[in-house]
């Protein structure tokens, strides 16, 4: 089942903060995250793994709640850069052969 | 190391006509996928292949077929293009259905 991303759209000023939250139905082994900027593919952020171990990027930072199957992404001080829909992929334990099932995306927007 | 290809970049096609999209990894990854990105809709798995010779429909595999050709290939078939089919193509890889995707440019398709 597709998780949910919330907000659906934030407009930020460049300096601000961002969360994002990723929430699933079902129990989770991993969260993925991705950005795409507009007309380009999505490109890998960071995978959370159950247990807390956390990969990826340098400046983005995420958490992951096991027992609330939730996910957020952090964003600091963003940047123009950072501009983009950001989707997480959600893996549950058992895995499937069918890979990662994503959200719909946030579109986060950085106004200079 | 080019990552994962796509051609073409962008087509049109006539409602009825044929095509066939192609796509390879240089990654030496497992598993491959299929997805098309609609305003608003994220991204909908439509074929996957979990292993070199084995292929499964996805989310929406309707009007659609895939051939794995090799480790490397996975083509994406439309027979009978329909208009309803205009989107965005993303094919992906993984090393297994668990890792994380990597994604090629995409192919930008118009049916008229």
């Known amino acids: 089942q597709q998780p949910v991303q919330s907000p659906q759209a934030v407009i930020l000023r460049e300096g601000e903060d961002a969360v994002i939250n990723c929430s699933s139905s079902?129990?989770?082994?991993?969260v993925h995250w991705y950005r795409q900027k507009h007309g380009e593919a999505p490109v890998f952020l960071m995978i959370l793994l159950k247990g807390g171990e956390q990969k990826g990027h340098e400046k983005i930072s995420a958490s992951f709640n096991e027992k609330k199957q939730q996910s957020s992404l952090y964003l600091t001080a963003s940047q123009l850069s950072y501009s983009g829909t950001y989707f997480c992929g959600t893996d549950p334990p058992g895995g499937g052969a069918d890979g990662l099932t994503f959200g719909k995306g946030t579109h986060l927007i950085i106004q200079p | 190391n080019a990552g994962v290809t796509q051609t073409p970049k962008f087509q049109v096609l006539k409602t009825g006509q044929s095509m066939t999209l192609q796509c390879a990894q240089d990654m030496n990854h497992n598993s491959m996928y299929w997805y098309r990105q609609d305003p608003g809709m994220g991204l909908r798995l439509i074929y996957y292949s979990a292993s070199e010779g084995t292929t499964d429909k996805g989310e929406v595999p309707n009007g659609y077929n895939v051939s794995r050709l090799n480790k490397r290939e996975f083509s994406l078939r439309l027979e009978s293009a329909a208009p309803s089919q205009t989107s965005v193509y993303f094919c992906?890889?993984?090393?297994?259905?668990?890792?994380?995707?990597?994604f090629g440019p995409g192919t930008r398709l118009t049916v008229l």
């Open positions: 992906a890889s993984s090393a297994t259905p668990r890792d994380t995707q990597y």
């Open positions: 079902k129990a989770l082994y991993s």
